[in-house]
């Protein structure tokens, strides 16, 4: 559901890469294979370009800076708000844009070891470039359906750190539990996540089994009926998964809370005037939410970091659902 509208620049460069303490000589070759692929990986990758932000979010939690990395299109520093202070932005080609718009000359002039491609949107189309500029991984099942744990031992592996990828998954999957304990009355409860992306149209998040679905099934939060049985859009991209409606069908965003996101201020002023918007329950409850592109984009893709990052800005939220 993240939107990338301009074309993919380069915004910053300079020498980035693997840590000096982590480089050796134990590094075991490893043979990735992915759903457009194989990636053959045969010595400790120096110079590692990220496109998803879950690899981005992989890397630098292993204290790597990535020669290039997805920039958070939202603010101008490029660098995604989960990510401020633990990576030097100035050592990083910060890429903007439709990543089916890649530069494939700039990325080869970074001299890439590795590429990191794990649910990128149009990868079906930009892989045959990409892989042969180094190896590269893209996701095992579709954009967006590999789970956020999948993705991080992936890239770990790819990295030769799989086993310090284990313990930071158990360090984000401690925060999903601490959070459904702190909270025991979301059990029972619903909610419903849309976008509104265009003039009298918006997009939900359909699919309980999604990445996303499941962090909030874990927090004991269920989409109604209602939702699931929208028809989803097909494919292997960001909004694959996803229903849209018009703003003349958004009672079936019938639930105990709602987080709804706005791409332009004047969608906001369409929205939350309507009618049938204001008699929701959770706009009549006081439990809806505007939130953010940047907390829609990270609620779209959950990573490592950025999960513990959504969960704070929810609390407030989340306690008051639970009652």
Request: proline letters at 8%.
């Amino acid at each position: 559901m993240a939107s990338c509208a301009l074309a993919l620049v380069v915004a910053a460069c300079g020498p980035a890469g693997i840590p000096q303490q982590e480089e050796s000589g134990d590094f075991v070759p490893v043979t990735i294979k992915h759903r457009l692929g194989t990636a053959e990986i045969t010595s400790t990758p120096q110079r590692v370009v990220t496109l998803g932000f879950g690899d981005l979010d992989v890397v630098t939690s292993l204290g790597m800076t990535p020669v290039a990395a997805p920039a958070d299109p939202w603010n101008d520093t490029g660098v995604w708000p989960w990510l401020e202070g633990r990576l030097d932005a100035n050592n990083v080609t910060w890429l903007r844009g439709d990543p089916a718009s890649l530069d494939y000359e700039a990325i080869a002039a970074l001299g890439p070891d590795l590429i990191l491609a794990q649910s990128v949107p149009s990868i079906d189309e930009i892989y045959p470039r990409l892989s042969q500029i180094a190896p590269t991984v893209a996701d095992q099942h579709g954009v967006l359906s590999d789970s956020w744990q999948d993705q991080a031992l992936v890239a770990g592996r790819a990295l030769g750190m799989q086993d310090k990828v284990h313990h930071l998954i158990t360090v984000t999957e401690r925060k999903i539990t601490e959070s459904a304990q702190a909270h025991p009355g979301l059990k029972g409860k619903t909610y419903a996540i849309a976008m509104a992306y265009a003039p009298g149209t918006a997009i939900v998040m359909a699919d309980p089994e999604d990445v996303s679905g499941r962090i909030f099934a874990q927090l004991g939060l269920s989409l109604p009926d209602k939702i699931r049985n929208l028809p989803r859009n097909p494919g292997s991209a960001y909004g694959a998964n996803g229903a849209n409606i018009s703003f003349e069908q958004l009672d079936v965003l019938d639930s105990t809370t709602l987080l709804f996101a706005y791409q332009a201020p004047d969608l906001k002023r369409s929205v939350e005037p309507n009618a049938v918007f204001k008699g929701l329950p959770a706009v009549r409850e006081g439990t809806y939410l505007a939130i953010d592109m940047e907390t829609t984009a990270a609620l779209r893709a959950p990573t490592l970091s950025n999960i513990p990052w959504v969960l704070e800005r929810l609390e407030p939220l989340l306690a008051k659902v639970a009652g």
